[in-house]
């Protein structure tokens, strides 16, 4: 007769079942809070966190659950920035205005019909709200802007030549878009690295690679300078 306790008895059997599940779990949540604490000490570590600190901003951890409180999807979804997916965020006053740095995962179509996600930047700043304007010196807008804002000729063919512009009210935009101003894009080397978008109370620029302090200030400087050219 097999007793219950035997070590090749059913109950025996499937007790040793339990308990190695048991201790499998375990050890599943001790790698997953052993891992938490890492992430969270790298990003207590990151950058942004010590540069929000210096400027009395707020650093948005990666998996904080928090965001800037201004802003735009910098994917173009037309969206808040708040209802966006971002990897980590810094919200700072520079200038006496309201700036934000985001990094964050686009999919990129590669040949094959592949995707992969890479990292990219937005940087952006807090303006008064207008009619949405696009101006870019390589004429590359994202799809959505392409399909939904005219494109603005100014009849300048120095300009219209350098400058690509889209927006929501072709006239606003052309009214906006001055002698004084057009001149002052054309002689302003820093539209042949960065785009500008003006939409939803924000003026935001990016592009690829995860932000540094250095390229937050530089983008963050030139998109005040363009808000301060474009009469309100």
């Known amino acids: ?26 050890l599943l949540f001790l790698v997953l809070f052993l891992a938490g604490k890492v992430r969270g000490r790298h990003e207590r570590g990151h950058w942004m966190s010590g540069f929000a600190a210096e400027r009395s ?23 808040p920035l708040a209802e966006a997916s971002v990897t980590r965020a810094v919200e700072f006053r520079h ?24 990292a990219f930047h937005s940087v952006q700043v807090r303006v008064p709200d207008s009619a949405a304007l696009f101006l870019a010196a390589d004429g590359v807008f994202p799809t959505r802007v392409l399909r939904e804002f005219e494109q603005v000729k100014t009849f300048d063919k120095a300009f219209d030549g350098a400058i690509k512009v889209r927006a929501a009210d072709r006239d606003r935009a052309a009214a906006l878009l001055t002698p004084e101003v057009r001149a002052w894009i054309l002689a302003e080397p ?7 978008f003006v939409e939803r109370g924000t003026i935001r620029t990016g592009g690829r690679r995860s932000l540094d302090r250095e390229t937050l200030l530089a983008e963050a400087d030139f998109l005040i300078d363009v808000a301060a050219r474009l009469p309100r």
């Not at 339990?18 to 779990?25: F, N, S, T």
């Open 1 to 26: 007769m097999v007793s219950a306790l035997d070590a090749d008895s059913p109950v025996m059997i499937t007790l040793g079942a339990i308990l190695m599940l048991a201790v499998g779990v375990g």
């Open 57 to 79: 901003g707020r650093f948005h951890a990666e998996d904080a659950g928090t965001s800037p409180g201004f802003g735009v999807d910098p994917v173009g979804r037309d969206r």
């Open 95 to 118: 200038r006496d205005h309201d700036v934000a740095g985001v990094d964050f995962l686009d999919d990129r179509h590669q040949p094959g019909g592949d995707t992969t996600q890479r």
């Open 190 to 196: 820093r539209f042949g690295r960065w785009p500008v």
